[in-house]
């Protein structure tokens, strides 16, 4: 029977299997924790690079950057736009298949140009139960998942995270601004940057886990289901917030937040992002 402790030594063994490697790192709960150990185990021969884009808001960045440092970790910057990837604006199903390919290609060609010996990404056992086109590209390009491959939930690296003290070990789940848009609605640099206004003012206002989807010129808002009430008492407020950053119309969503609610149209329930 798989236990934390069993998936933590699997976790170890699979990173102590290289010299070095690259850590496409967001500064969230799985690649903060994933470089936590892999500086442990590979005695810093880590290098985490987090890619700036209109999809990553400038808070998470700056939180990443910081995060880095309290790591005692090398960390670089590099920009990589999927605005500008042909077919990722056009937003289909497979639009995490093009992102991935576009990020982890130059992460792929700094660590090899650099010596590094792999590159990891902070992809769960979860991530098994959801639509992700994106791990296409990761296997096509051979990155590795030693999170995915040690069975670890997503639970299970709160747990690690929070017997480390790492800050990351409450942080609410986060998937980059695109996955705000149903499929086949465009995304441009002006929608995403209405999303990230929208949430900035929500989270200003106390929520934590919750999203602002985009209907066209409506927003939909996801909070969690235990925050349904205190979002209603707020609901004059988020609805100017969100009318302030462009939304003609606002919704709330009386299901509250669920992982993965745009992938209902393609599977009939929520899972993701």
């Known amino acids: 029977m798989a236990t934390p402790e069993n998936s933590l030594s699997r976790l170890k063994q699979t990173i102590g299997g290289f010299r070095s490697a690259v850590i496409a790192f967001s500064g969230g709960v799985d690649s903060?924790?994933?470089?936590?150990?892999?500086?442990?185990?590979?005695?810093k021969r880590v290098l985490l690079i987090t890619a700036s884009s209109s999809t990553?808001?400038?808070?998470?960045?700056?939180a990443a950057t910081a995060l880095a440092g309290s790591l005692g970790?090398?960390?670089?910057?590099?920009?990589?736009?999927e605005t500008e990837i042909p077919g990722f604006s056009d937003n289909p199903p497979d639009r995490c298949y093009y992102c991935k390919s576009e990020l982890f290609s130059k992460i792929k060609k700094i660590a090899e140009a650099e010596g590094f010996e792999a590159v990891f990404d902070g992809s769960n056992a979860d991530d098994a139960k959801d639509y992700r086109p994106g791990r296409r590209a990761l296997a096509e390009l051979g990155i590795i998942s030693p999170l995915f491959q040690a069975g670890m939930t997503k639970e299970e690296i709160r747990a690690h995270s929070r017997e480390r003290g790492l800050p990351t070990a409450n942080k609410p789940a986060y998937a980059c601004l695109a996955s705000r848009f149903p499929y086949g609605e465009k995304i441009t640099g002006d929608k995403l940057k209405r999303i990230d206004l929208a949430e900035a003012g929500?989270?200003?206002l106390g929520f934590g886990q919750f999203r602002v989807r985009s209907h066209g010129d409506c927003a939909r808002i996801e909070v969690a289901p235990d925050a349904l009430e205190k979002a209603w008492a707020l609901r004059a407020e988020a609805g100017a917030i969100c009318k302030k950053a462009g939304f003609i119309f606002v919704a709330m969503d009386v299901e509250g937040y669920r992982t993965g609610a745009m992938n209902e149209a393609l599977t009939g329930s929520g899972s993701g992002q």
Do not use: W
């Not at 903060?32 to 005695?43: C, I, N, R």
């Not at 990553?56 to 700056?62: A, D, G, H, M, R």
């Not at 970790?73 to 990589?80: F, T």
């Open 32 to 43: 903060t924790f994933l470089a936590s150990v892999a500086g442990e185990v590979l005695d």
């Open 56 to 62: 990553y808001p400038t808070s998470e960045l700056v």
């Open 73 to 81: 970790l090398p960390h670089r910057v590099i920009v990589s736009e």
């Open 202 to 204: 929500l989270r200003n």
